[in-house]
């Protein structure tokens, strides 16, 4: 099973440098639809990695709920200090910003483009009305838990009357710049536009989920 928001599209997970030292600073790039496949490949890179920091660099429409938790729980528990990042003009929706809400420090360009919307369930198996309704309202129920462990503000702002974004398949979009003048926190910093080397891809990924797992839109 899988909640998810977003049609399909490419996956690659990557290095934004050459793979470094092991005790040095660690980028990795997360692009295109998230997937089991693109959890399963960050979590490969993050336990072979012992360095002091992680940047985590994020453009993705979303994907598979289950599998942007997994990249947020081993990144909150991995004892590293944990960057963040959409860059200007880049998007990170959905299941997206479940990896975002990962960050120590969570930046973004001012012209990144965030959305924030109610999980919608996609699995291949129909399943009974009632159990859907169940599944999504579980899985609403983690995601607005995780928000609200880094940005409780922030978590509660989603759920307002007149924004109830968590029950809307439309839910909120709002860019970097906005997120960031609200100072509620769930975005800590503005990020200029930097030059940067381009990202080593580590694979391609399939996009089929391999077992029942929640995804945001």
């Not at 973004?108 to 999504?136: K, M, N, S, T, W």
């Amino acid at each position: 099973m899988a909640l998810t928001g977003c049609a399909g599209g490419a996956v690659t997970s990557g290095t934004a440098v050459a793979p470094p030292a092991a005790k040095h600073p660690r980028d990795i790039l997360v692009s295109g639809m998230i997937t089991q496949a693109t959890a399963d490949r960050v979590l490969g890179e993050l336990e072979a990695f012992d360095g002091p920091a992680v940047t985590i660099r994020l453009d993705s429409p979303g994907g598979d709920v289950s599998a942007a938790l997994q990249i947020h729980e081993r990144l909150r528990s991995g004892g590293w200090g944990v960057v963040t990042s959409v860059a200007d003009e880049s998007r990170c929706m959905s299941a997206c910003t479940l990896i975002f809400a990962a960050g120590d420090d969570r930046v973004a360009g001012p012209r990144a483009r965030f959305q924030f919307h109610a999980p919608r369930y996609v699995g291949r198996v129909p399943l009974p009305g009632p159990i859907v309704d169940l599944i999504e309202a579980v899985t609403r129920r983690g995601i607005a838990n995780t928000y609200a462990a880094v940005a409780p503000d922030f978590a509660r702002h989603l759920a307002e009357p007149g924004v109830d974004a968590l029950n809307s398949r439309r839910g909120l979009a709002l860019s970097g710049a906005q997120l960031a003048e609200r100072g509620d926190g769930f975005v800590t910093g503005i990020e200029r536009p930097v030059a940067l080397g381009p990202p080593i891809a580590v694979a391609e990924a399939d996009t089929v989920n391999r077992r029942p797992s929640p995804a945001p839109p």
